[in-house]
């Protein structure tokens, strides 16, 4: 059988470094190319077509949402497994209905990730055992249909913002200017009709977007 041939996409050469090693050592698995944006993430997958992508969401550029979504506009087929920082369900959901077919956190164990990309290369797809009991639940209780409004890249800003971030951290952290994530700031105020941060705040805790004992 031959190799599962694998993009990695993630904006820190040290993360990408590390699983490469990783990825390159199990023999059924080789990592062709990488990428650190989603610009590049796109193009790098027009011109290899890999078996399969391992994605970051937190790409400077366009995302890795909005990469995933580009991937699978192009093709229809792709395999896309998203590792991320982020456990929570509104990301999964994201992403999973952005088209990735997988998602696992980046505190998943190594071995985890090897069976994602085999388990996804055959065809099936993948979650985090904690993330799709939590994903359940989640649906059970009927979802964050409040959240359907902002877009991917507002959801993204509101969940660092609601995470305690400034709008200048926000701006670093997204490599995007201070006015762009003023002008987001205000736009997701107004969507979900919320005068200050802290009132933002308070909301991603009753919704469960962050714990509010961690906060």
């Known amino acids: 059988m031959s190799n599962i041939q694998v993009l990695l996409v993630d904006d820190h050469a040290v993360v990408r470094a590390g699983y490469r090693t990783l990825l390159d050592g199990t023999p059924d698995i080789k990592v062709v190319a990488e990428a650190e944006r989603g610009e590049e993430a796109c193009q790098r997958y027009a011109e290899l077509q890999p078996d399969l992508v391992v994605m970051d969401l937190s790409l400077p550029g366009i995302g890795g949402l909005e990469a ?18 982020h456990d929570d369900t509104a990301f999964v959901e994201k992403a999973l209905s952005a088209g990735a077919r997988g998602y696992i956190t980046k505190n998943s164990a190594a071995e985890i990730m090897v069976d994602a990309i085999r388990t996804i290369a055959s065809g099936q797809a993948y979650i985090d055992h904690e993330l ?11 979802g ?35 006015k762009t994530v003023a002008n987001y700031t205000t736009q997701i105020k107004s969507k979900l009709n919320v005068k200050s941060t802290t009132e933002l705040v308070h909301l991603a805790i009753r919704h469960g977007v962050i714990d509010p004992i961690s906060e």
């Open 68 to 85: 995933i979504r580009r991937i699978i506009a192009r093709d229809h087929q792709a395999s896309i497994l998203v590792f991320s920082m």
């Open 132 to 142: 799709a009991q939590n994903l359940a639940l989640h649906k059970a209780a009927g």
């Open 144 to 178: 964050r249909e409040i959240f359907a409004c902002l877009t991917t890249r507002e959801f993204q800003i509101f969940n660092l913002l609601a995470h305690g971030l400034t709008p200048s951290e926000t701006a670093n952290e997204l490599a995007l200017s201070y």
